[in-house]
């Protein structure tokens, strides 16, 4: 299978109360057996050549701690807050190799097990781009239209169809996903000043370049991106 690298996206600030304690999100338990959110997140990934992860200056030492049984990681502290996803994204690229692979994901969003198979999808179809996406209804979701089973258009946290994504996306190398945030950020493509990394895949439709769905089971999908799901997610994952 070829290398790919990773983006982890780690540097909301949100924090979760647990045992009557406030926690950083990246910090807070899953189970015993994955550890908090953060190590969870970056187990998923131990086959991807390079693992750069944006996140929260005050979660630096602890995540230090985490990476101690990697050689591959970057940690990226990003000291002020960033209009969305797509921004956090932009200030990682000169992390990455030219030509290696990308594979983005939102540490608060878990998908077990899947993302080698998502790899061997978008590659050995030769995809520019893709997505990992579930069947859902969630309207704090993005969701992309299709026609002849062809994605068309990306969209922000309204439900204008039922194949939503997982917030794990895929671009072929570097150049591509530079100039698609470029677009992005000239375009001033934003839903409400937040920008959005499903926006930059709709660059490549506009292109006409090859996209990918990669369809899991919506049970194999854990959100911890608010206090309540990922209460509802810390559940589901122990059993």
């Known amino acids: 299978m070829t290398s790919f690298q990773t983006v982890v996206l780690a540097a909301g600030s949100n924090d979760f109360p647990e045992s009557g304690v406030a926690i950083s999100k990246v910090q807070a338990p899953i189970s015993s057996r994955s550890g908090s959110l953060l190590g969870t997140c970056l187990s998923e990934f131990e086959s991807s050549s390079k693992i750069v992860c944006a996140l929260n200056p005050n979660d630096y030492d602890f995540a230090s701690k985490i990476i101690e049984g990697y050689k591959n990681v970057l940690l990226k502290p990003i000291s002020k807050p960033t ?5 956090t994204l932009a200030m990682c690229l000169g992390d990455l190799d030219p030509e290696m692979p990308i594979i983005v994901t939102s540490v608060d969003g878990i ?15 030769k995809f520019d781009g893709g ?9 704090s979701l993005s969701y992309v239209t299709e026609l002849s089973g062809t994605p068309i258009e990306f969209v922000e946290k309204k439900v204008v169809s039922n194949k939503a994504t997982t917030g794990i996306f895929y671009f072929s190398n570097l150049e591509i996903l530079e100039k698609a945030i470029e677009w992005v950020l000239i375009s001033n493509n934003s839903l409400n000043g937040v920008f959005y990394i499903s ?18 089971d919506a049970n194999e999908y854990f959100r911890f991106s608010t206090p ?11 059993r």
């Open 111 to 125: 998908v077990p097990g899947r993302i080698d198979g998502f790899f061997r999808y978008v590659t050995d179809s």
């Open 131 to 139: 997505a990992m996406v579930i069947e859902s209804t969630n309207p």
């Open 199 to 216: 926006s930059a895949l709709n660059r490549l439709i506009y292109e006409n370049r090859q996209l990918g769905l990669y369809q899991v």
């Open 83 to 87: 209009q969305g996803a797509l921004i």
């Open 228 to 238: 309540e799901e990922y209460q509802i997610s810390k559940l589901r994952f122990a």
